[in-house]
């Protein structure tokens, strides 16, 4: 009979089954003298660098009260410039605060959208 690991045995106590996603899978060694012997393989985890550009739940809540608050000092800073057909001016301003060009359009189309939907509601009122 084969030798159980420790993680098997109280799996097997527990009444779970062998192969759980958390450990990875069970690999049975086939050289050497531990051979027949079941071990887990170890799962590594996600690399930081795989997190980027997902949606938190922090910034997913913060997006949603903005509304409710309005906006921060320097972006009502910005849609001066929008309110005057100032566009070159106002995305320069935010590519200064934000840092990077296709940051500073997103931003910038985001503003311009805040400002036009008041305009948008008043023209379906009439």
């Known amino acids: 009979m084969q030798p159980i690991s420790k993680i098997m045995f109280l799996n097997l106590l527990l009444g779970q089954p062998l192969r759980s996603s958390s450990h990875g899978s069970a690999l049975v060694h086939c050289q050497g003298l531990n ?22 739940k922090r910034s997913k ?3 949603g009260i903005q509304e409710v608050c309005g906006l921060v000092p320097w972006e009502r800073r910005a849609a001066e410039p929008l309110k005057v057909s100032k566009d070159k001016l106002a995305l320069r301003f935010i590519k200064k605060r934000l840092g990077t060009h296709i940051c500073a359009k997103r931003k910038w189309q985001e503003l311009s959208n805040v400002l036009a ?6 023209a379906n009122k009439d």
Do not use: C, D, W, Y
């Open 35 to 56: 051979k027949g012997h079941t071990v887990i393989e170890n799962m590594s985890k996600l690399r930081h660098s795989h997190h980027h550009g997902h949606l938190t």
């Open 61 to 63: 809540f913060l997006q």
């Open 117 to 122: 939907a008041p305009r948008k509601a008043a």
